[in-house]
C-alpha cells in the first residue's frame, strides 16, 4: 500500500478547501516520506491492522 492510498481520505478532504493547493505537492512528499522514514515494527503493525474488522 503507497502513501497516496493511505491518504486518499485526507487527501479528498483538502480538494475543496482552503488548503487544496497543498495537493501540488503533498501527495509526492508524503510518498517520499512513507518510503524512507518507516518505524522498525511498521510493516508487522500494518499487517496486523489490515487484519482488524472494518
Given at each position: 500500500?503507497?502513501?497516496?492510498?493511505?491518504?486518499?481520505?485526507?487527501?479528498?478532504d483538502?480538494?475543496?478547501?482552503?488548503?487544496?493547493?497543498?495537493?501540488?505537492?503533498?501527495?509526492?512528499?508524503?510518498?517520499e516520506?512513507?518510503?524512507?522514514?518507516?518505524?522498525?515494527?511498521?510493516?508487522?503493525?500494518?499487517?496486523?491492522?489490515?487484519?482488524?474488522?472494518?
Open positions: 500500500m503507497s502513501a497516496s492510498e493511505l491518504f486518499h481520505s485526507c487527501y479528498k483538502l480538494l475543496n478547501g482552503p488548503l487544496s493547493h497543498w495537493l501540488n505537492t503533498l501527495p509526492r512528499q508524503m510518498d516520506w512513507y518510503s524512507t522514514a518507516l518505524h522498525g515494527e511498521f510493516k508487522k503493525w500494518q499487517k496486523l491492522v489490515a487484519k482488524l474488522p472494518a
